[in-house]
């Protein structure tokens, strides 16, 4: 058997030292295609594994530098928040009540006969007066 196209066991035409040169020149071309396509295939896989450490290392450049770039954001509010402006007092923290707070304290107790007591009470508390 040669190996050859529409040869078989009964139909091959060439005799056994030709049909075993044909079938071994037969399998050599199918390993030496084989190892081809592995070569082809490796170099392959390695273009791809460089590009892929590429967008890695790019990956990690950018998201170091995105983090430098919110640390410096950050800080930056800090010193915005923390910090008055020049011309700005800074402010003062409160020690009564406001006059609208007081305003509304006044009308409760103007209107406390026609506000149920539960409520009247609730909103009192809500209002006190900070000393």
Not at 104 to 122: A, N, R
Request: glycine share 4%.
């Amino acid at each position: 058997m040669c190996r050859q196209f529409g040869h078989n066991r009964a139909r091959c035409p060439h005799d056994a030292a030709t049909a075993t040169s044909l079938r071994e020149a037969f399998n050599r071309a199918q390993r030496e295609d084989g190892q081809r396509r592995y070569r082809e295939l490796q170099e392959r896989q390695a273009v791809l594994n460089e590009r892929a450490r590429a967008i890695h290392s790019s990956n990690e450049e950018f998201r170091a530098s995105m983090y430098s770039q919110v640390v410096d954001m950050q800080r930056r509010l800090e010193a915005l928040s923390s910090a008055p402006s020049p011309g700005w007092d800074a402010p003062r923290p409160r020690t009564g009540p406001t006059v609208r707070e007081v305003k509304i304290q006044e009308i409760l107790f103007d209107h406390c006969q026609e506000i149920p007591d539960g409520l009247y009470k609730e909103l009192m508390d809500a209002l006190v007066i900070r000393g």
